[in-house]
């Protein structure tokens, strides 16, 4: 049975796994380092670096 706190236990969880990745020891390996898909405000980006910029993100905000 989902509980409540199941639901909160799987997304700290989540969270953390996200902010122990490392971008220069496992990320960039795969082709998905963030050097490369920084661009500016309001221009289109893919997926990939939309994803890219949510870890990011969530790294800054955990630290």
């Known amino acids: 049975m989902i509980t409540l706190w199941s639901l909160v236990e799987a997304s700290l969880l989540f969270l953390n ?18 050097s490369a898909q920084v661009q500016g405000f309001g221009e289109p980006t893919s997926t990939k670096a939309q994803i890219l ?4 993100s969530i790294r800054t905000v955990a630290k």
């Open 17 to 34: 796994a996200v902010c122990v990745l490392s971008e220069e020891r496992f990320l960039s390996k795969y082709g998905w380092g963030m």
């Open 53 to 56: 910029l949510l870890v990011r």
